[in-house]
């Protein structure tokens, strides 16, 4: 079977024969669970069920589910190329019952399927199960072609399956393997293709074991095993799921003149190229970009990973891309067809960050290399800690990828070293945090145990003024600032994040004595906390903080100013998000956001700039949709609902079981826990200020609504009216008047600039007797060749003319009229040394500059081999006084005395 084929009779079989649920894959970013850093497995979007199988909208269910173990506690990346099964993405196919059915029947259709429907000889498997668990292996010797010699009883480390180290459901688990019948391999001989797990026991918080009244079922099955086993290959690379973009890659290395085999078991290289490929793309459709930190670093890594492998083969420019139509190929059965739908902005992504880790390899390589050479390091073949380290810190250049090329050479890295130097700078930069932020509190995780999570009352306008709310804790800043941090219940001040500034105030305490609010913050998740200063200096202190204990009462205040206009440019964000969408196409992906009471930034995926023309459109429709006077629908949903609804939501951000949907009719849907106006008139007029790049494949637009907007217009109104009246520009039948004189006046500097560049060419070229000239001895260490008497030639240029282009072109024409003397080029205090490379092989005229300055007074410069530039300073000479004269006057001193 192919792998589509072995898509389809999953399903099939699940759905069709044992009336089993079909869910989508979830997202590669688990939303749901804030323990992950990827979805790891097809039960990660049903853990919630397991844990309360009532609540589950379905009894049974089948999944084909995306996956990805490259980061965090699963980590495959280091693996991929050099094993052959593992991989970073891969697809798990799995079946689950919330207590529909049990052990017998999850045994019965996993032999059924494979051996019936997948046809798998049943003299080839052979099954584990928990050695207590009597019942799972009765139930596996019933099955026919199951003797129990081929049922193995394991202990707990191999069949008994938990959720993690705490408390939660967990249960024994039968595994069933394939013999690849290849004794070289040893113990991986057998290969397991699936697993079941029975979750029958709660694990308390003590460890101890108790018995679940409604039994749970949880299998997972590697697609890419799977499709190994059933088209007889021993190696999962060489299965049909990669097939075409082997094909592709041999393709697109042929074309760039490197020779390529057919063999893709040569060098883990092509392995680590396609794998990754698949890896990257997928993550970037589920909206991760990438960056230094979490899954943006983790998408880094693998993107850098497969580029040192193509320059292992020989590549020497981006060719990623190139292979994304062989990707798609693979999955020609349509089961994702955002991979096809998004495929530009995934390729503009691939390929920038292609261009920058090109230059980031050469300069690591660069850097690496002499390391490799240097004779004192040459017997213990360590790169030393501090070189790994500058070029992780310095040129973002992978740790991982340093042991690589160290390993390729016979060499290792002090990787405990290197991890001392990254902790000494993160606990540096704590320090340096802590001593500037008084946003540490000492006691969050205290507050956190004590189950403190205040309400958030501020999406209800009435609460905004004049609230009463109770102190749940208190904590001095303990910065010298007298500052204190509070946790009040409920809490009217927005400050829960999404892109969203928090908002600011003040409180007043039962004695009268008011404070503002200066940030509002989540020390912890659900934990909410404001920071107050003092208003009065001689305010007293410690009467006020008798008011701010626990159970205290104050009176809440928002800057409902502030918060209008928040509001206004967060609403104005939902609908430049469904203009771009509308305009650049449905790929376009949210890659980060900031809403401030005066301008909103916006960050999206998109590979190109846009154009003037797309600018007026996105603000057109959003100005005329903001006139429709459109009122929002805020309702909270489960979250599978909400997606199925077609809310958009920023898979980079985390999201509970329920979310709160934030909908204007017919205009924009989104997952949004921010504030927003009543009616989208607020937002009017909208002006974009802004467009432009900020990373690979990432664009940033800025805007201002509302009051900001038109505050700006005003001003952009007065400033044209200033300069209409300075140029005397008036409006004309012909069209406006301002516009028409700044046209003229650019076509008259573009002329006048125009004959200027002719001018300075002549002068370049026009010729020029030096002011001196003779030879100079210039010692051994700046002359290796030991050439006597060097020609040196002294020109005096005219110091008006303000462009440094032009003196090195001027430079650059004397060299090549007179290529057998050094030219010394000088105006005011400057100084510019050029010397031909062919003539003066061993010489460097940076170097030549550098003695040269020190002889006549001092200075400071440098420069290249050919061509070097600096300043003399007016200081006292070797030989005892300057006298007054000038730099030139010194320099001609010099050559003649020589």
Sequence with gaps: ?????????????????????????????????????????????????????????????????????????????????????????????????????????????????????????????????????????????????????????????????????????????????????????????????????????????????????????????????????????????????????????????????????????????????????????????????????????????????ALRSGNQLGFTKPFMTELYPYLLESFSDGSYPDMVARQEPIKDVIRQEEEIFMSTLSKGLALLEPVFKQKDLSGAKQVPADIAFKLYDTFGFPLDLTVLIAEERGWTVDLAAVEALKQKQREQGRASWKAGSSLVIAKAQEWKEQGIFPTFSGYHRDMLTG??????????????????????????????????????????????????????????????????????????????????????????????????????????????????????????????????PERLRFDFTHGKPIDQNQIREIEDWINSTALQSVQPVIKEYPLQKAIDMGSIAVFSEKYGEVVRVVDFPKVSMELCGGTHVEDLSKIYPFKILSEGSVAAGTRRIEAAVGKAASQFLIEQDRMVSRLN???????????????????????????????????????????????????????????????????????????DIQDQEFYSKKANWLKEQDPEAMHVLVWDENVLVTLDQKQFPKMHAGKVLKALLEQVGGGKGGGQPQLARGKIIATTTASGGDGGRSPVERLVSLIQSS
């Design 1 to 305: 079977m192919t792998t589509p084929e072995l898509r389809k009779e999953f399903t099939e079989f699940f759905v069709k024969e044992h009336g089993h649920t079909s869910v989508k894959s979830s997202s590669l970013i688990p939303h749901n669970d804030k323990s992950l850093m990827f979805t790891n497995a097809g039960m990660v979007q049903f853990k919630e069920y397991f844990r309360n199988p009532a609540v589950a909208p379905f009894k049974q269910a089948t999944s084909i589910q995306k996956c990805m173990r490259a980061g965090g506690k699963h980590n495959d990346l280091d693996n991929v190329g050099y094993t052959p099964r593992h991989h970073t993405f891969f697809e798990m196919l799995g079946n689950f019952s919330f207590g529909e059915y049990s052990k017998s029947k999850a045994i019965q259709m996993a032999w059924r399927f494979l051996t019936e429907v997948v046809k798998l000889p049943k003299d080839r498997l052979r099954v584990t199960v928990l050695a207590s668990d009597q019942e799972s292996y009765e139930l596996w010797r019933d099955q026919e072609g199951v003797p129990e010699d081929r049922i193995i009883r394991s202990g707990a480390k191999d069949n008994f399956w938990t959720m993690g180290e705490g408390a939660g459901p967990c249960g024994p688990c039968t595994e069933i393997f394939w013999d690849t019948l290849n004794d070289d391999l040893g113990e991986d001989r057998w290969l397991e293709i699936w697993n079941l797990v029975f979750m029958q026991h709660y694990r308390n918080d003590q460890g101890e074991l108790e018995n679940l009244p409604i039994v749970c079922v949880d299998t997972g099955m590697g697609l890419e095993r799977l499709a190994a086993v059933v088209q007889s290959k021993e190696n999962n690379f060489e299965t049909d799921v990669f097939a075409p973009m082997f094909e592709g890659l041999h393709t697109v290395m042929t074309e760039a003149g490197i020779e390529s085999s057919q063999d893709i078991n040569a060098t883990p290289h092509k392995k680590i190229i396609v794998d990754h490929l698949r890896a990257m793309s997928f993550l970037i459709a589920d909206g991760v970009i990438p960056s230094n930190v979490g899954r943006g670093y983790v998408l880094r890594r693998i993107i850098r990973r």
């Design 467 to 596: 609230q009463s709310s109770t102190v749940l804790a208190a904590q001095s800043t303990d910065d010298g600032t007298g500052d204190m941090i509070l946790s009040i219940e409920p809490c009217p001040f927005y400050g829960l994040g999404g892109g969203q500034s928090p908002d600011t105030g003040s409180i007043t305490l039962a004695n009268g004595s008011e404070w503002r609010v200066v940030d509002v913050f989540s020390p912890y998740e659900r934990g909410l906390a404001i920071r107050v200063q003092a208003v009065a200096e001689e305010t007293a202190l410690e009467e006020d903080l008798l008011c701010m204990h626990k159970g205290f009462k104050l009176t809440t205040f928002v800057d409902a100013k502030r918060r209008e206009g928040v509001a206004a440019h967060h609403s104005a964000t939902h609908l430049l998000n469904a203009a771009l969408r509308k305009t650049l196409g449905k790929a376009i992906m949210q890659a980060g956001s900031l809403v401030e």
């Design 725 to 799: 009246q300075d140029l005397k520009s008036y409006a004309t039948s012909a069209g406006n008047g301002l516009d028409l004189k700044v046209n003229k006046m650019k076509d008259h500097v573009s002329d006048i600039s125009r004959q200027y560049t002719r001018l300075l060419e002549k002068l370049v070229k026009t010729p020029a007797t030096p002011v001196s000239q003779g030879t100079i001895d210039l010692g051994a260490s700046l002359n290796p060749a030991g050439m006597s008497g060097i020609p040196v030639k002294v020109h005096q240029l005219d110091s």
